[in-house]
């Protein structure tokens, strides 16, 4: 489908029931009543590549799925507040894609037989070495007039693995909980859960909490709480009782294929020198739960 490399995925293989809520709601097309697809392609650069270079190569891959009737959006993540450390690989940057499952079915059905998806495959190969991982997104809560207030927003993923002896049952119990004992203090625009399902590896059995925000200042007053808030005493119980976590990464993302929102140029931004970091000016952070 587009591009890929994802060294960043970790799952929960607990049954997916176990942390969906009852929504009667959809987002852009996705029905947050039942689990939707997500699609991690996660890339490092080749020598001499930049993020721009990847960028120039959007405007084909909107073409093509335009011309193959494909139903998915995406996000493109670049990293803000990574894990990499000096002398560690790190992932240069992420397409997140988004939709109905079904339809990821029908896309891929509809890409693996086009000779422009293959020669456009091999061209991203030339620029970013990727991969390709899927799974299930389970929405707790969207605040839709929020993320319609822009396409721009940062996400932060976390994570995490249960406990010993912690069920799902209890998980779902917590996860439920938390955004009624926390709601008032958290200034989140989404937030899902992601089970990885293909390409899992050694992230088989954990799951990740995502959480967007559409401003720095939101993430920094998510921080703040985290700091000098009743957010501490939360976080610690969390991981003390429910979930192992590795801690948090924050990356600014931007829609660039949506189904029902104008493409955005990114080529066009890097012929003007800028960047998904300087176009957006913001942050954004995933609580926990």
């Keep these: 489908m587009i591009r890929a490399t ?12 176990a942390f969906a809520d009852n929504h009667e709601n959809s987002w852009r097309g996705v029905d947050l009543d039942k689990n939707f697809g997500m699609q991690f392609e996660v ?47 790190n992932v240069d940057y992420i397409d997140l894609v988004m939709g109905d499952i079904n339809e990821f079915g029908a896309a891929w059905d509809a890409w693996m037989v086009s ?7 091999a061209d991203t190969a030339k620029v970013g070495d990727c991969s390709f991982k899927f799974g299930q997104g389970i929405n707790k809560m969207l605040n839709a007039a929020e993320l319609e207030s822009t396409d721009n927003r ?32 958290l200034d989140i625009a989404a937030w899902n859960i992601f089970m990885p399902r293909l390409g899992a590896g050694s992230r088989h059995g954990k799951f990740m909490h ?19 808030g ?10 003390n009782s429910y979930a192992t976590c590795e801690g948090e990464s924050a990356w600014v993302a931007a829609v660039f294929v949506n189904k029902d929102v104008a493409f ?10 800028l960047s998904a970091h300087n176009s957006f000016g913001g942050f954004s952070q995933t609580s926990l739960v």
């Design 6 to 17: 994802l060294a960043l995925l970790a799952v929960f293989a607990l049954v997916s029931s």
């Design 43 to 89: 890339c490092s650069l080749q020598a001499g590549k930049s993020v721009a270079d990847v960028a120039k190569l959007d405007a084909r891959l909107k073409q093509a799925w335009s011309k193959m009737n494909i139903n998915l959006s995406v996000i493109r993540l670049t990293p803000l507040y990574s894990h990499g450390m000096p002398g560690q690989s």
């Design 115 to 121: 000779d422009e998806a293959a020669k456009l495959m």
């Design 154 to 185: 940062l996400m932060t993923m976390n994570w995490c693995a249960p406990r010993e002896g912690v069920s799902s049952e209890h998980l779902k119990a917590k996860h439920a909980s938390w955004l009624v004992d926390n709601g008032d203090d």
């Design 210 to 228: 995502l959480a967007s925000y559409t401003s720095a200042s939101k993430l920094m007053a998510n921080q703040d709480w985290l700091a000098n």
């Design 230 to 239: 009743g957010g501490a005493a939360a976080m610690r119980d969390y991981e």
């Design 264 to 273: 955005i140029d990114y080529a066009t931004l890097a012929s003007e020198g």
